[in-house]
């Protein structure tokens, strides 16, 4: 399978997934500019809707799947090309554990990495319970290796393994996605430009892509070097405190109510904020409500009701802090 949740092939059990995504075997040529496909698939293992964009230097993929069972199996694939692969993780979580290099790989939901895996032979499990989506930006072996060469040190370093073809990725342990990264991929996907002009705009967008996250994994090593991490205990607390917040979005708790609720003080939580999601606790709703803002927008809710939703003070608040974010107006971005 070419685009399975690990973009590899599956095993002979499981041979339907291998028609599925034929359009990464053969990348367009510049002529040709960009090649894009939406397909369901229906298994007795699966279902699953995938988004497909290939360019001459990049394969993308978004999916949505939901597995109605447990564990599968990969064997390798000769047909698929030898890339580096930007991984988000939006929903769901999986295991993959690769006979070939001895090693376990854990997806979890909101959690990003860049990868190389020059072959796969072995099971995955997914839960079973909620829909696995993911997004990945496949970039073609020497593209990733002319854009790291004059880059920051760790991607020279993840490009030296590359060239070497030795099983790599960027962070040891799976990062936060940052808004921007998110926003970065909404944007990828609700592209509406046309021949060069859209090949320009989401080859653009990759490459953005690959900074935000090579500077993620700058930060977060400077962050390590700097301070001691929160506990095991504390990182519960704050991610417990940011799904609480986000699931009272409309009428959040004031900071100290919050830290009473997830069984942490206001300074640690303060900090473990900052240190884990690279924003203040407010500052992080702000932008989880902008975004789900943006989103209602684009699918044509007025204004005004997003405004009043979302518990801004008037249309012209929701409007200033809606441009500083992107830049544009809510008006805008509805035409």
């Not at 447990?70 to 929903?91: A, G, I």
């Not at 979890?108 to 079973?128: F, H, R, V, W």
């Not at 967008?205 to 506990?231: D, I």
């Not at 789900?292 to 997003?306: C, D, E, H, R």
Request: glycine share 6%; aromatic share 14%.
């Amino acid at each position: 399978m070419n685009i399975a949740p690990m973009g590899i092939n599956v095993g002979k059990d499981y041979g339907a997934w291998k028609n599925v995504g034929g359009s990464f075997e053969q990348f367009p040529d510049q002529k040709q500019f960009i090649k894009e496909s939406r397909d369901k698939y229906s298994f007795s293992f699966s279902e699953a809707e995938l988004f497909q964009i290939t360019t001459p230097n990049f394969y993308i993929v978004y999916g949505d799947i939901l597995f109605k069972q447990h564990q599968l199996f990969f064997t390798p694939s000769n047909k698929v090309p030898d890339m580096v692969k930007l991984r988000f993780t939006l929903s769901g979580n999986g295991t993959i554990y690769n006979q070939v290099n001895k090693k376990q790989y854990i997806f979890n939901a909101n959690q990003q990495n860049i990868i190389y895996m020059p072959e796969l032979d072995g099971t995955g499990e997914y839960d079973t319970s909620q829909n696995y989506r993911f997004f990945e930006v496949h970039f073609a072996k020497e593209k990733f290796l002319q854009l790291a060469e004059n880059a920051s040190s760790s991607l020279q370093a993840l490009a030296d393994h590359l060239d070497a073809g030795r099983y790599a990725q960027m962070a040891e342990q799976d990062l936060p996605i940052s808004w921007a990264m998110h926003n970065c991929i909404q944007e990828i996907l609700n592209c509406t430009y046309e021949g060069g002009l859209k090949l320009l705009f989401i080859e653009s967008k990759c490459t953005e892509l690959l900074v935000l996250q090579a500077a993620c994994f700058e930060n977060a090593t400077a962050r390590n070097n700097q301070a001691v991490l929160p506990s095991a205990h504390d990182k519960d607390c704050i991610y417990h405190a940011r799904d609480y917040l986000i699931q009272h979005i409309h009428q959040p708790p004031s900071l100290s109510e919050l830290a009473k609720i997830c069984g942490i003080n206001e300074y640690k939580l303060k900090q473990g904020f900052k240190g884990l999601f690279d924003k203040s606790v407010f500052g992080y709703l702000s932008d989880h409500k902008l975004n789900q803002a943006k989103a209602l927008l684009l699918q044509g809710t007025p204004i005004k009701s997003v405004a009043f939703q979302f518990g801004y003070s008037s249309v012209q608040h929701f409007s200033n802090a809606f441009k500083q974010k992107f830049a544009v107006s809510p008006g805008k971005m509805r035409t």
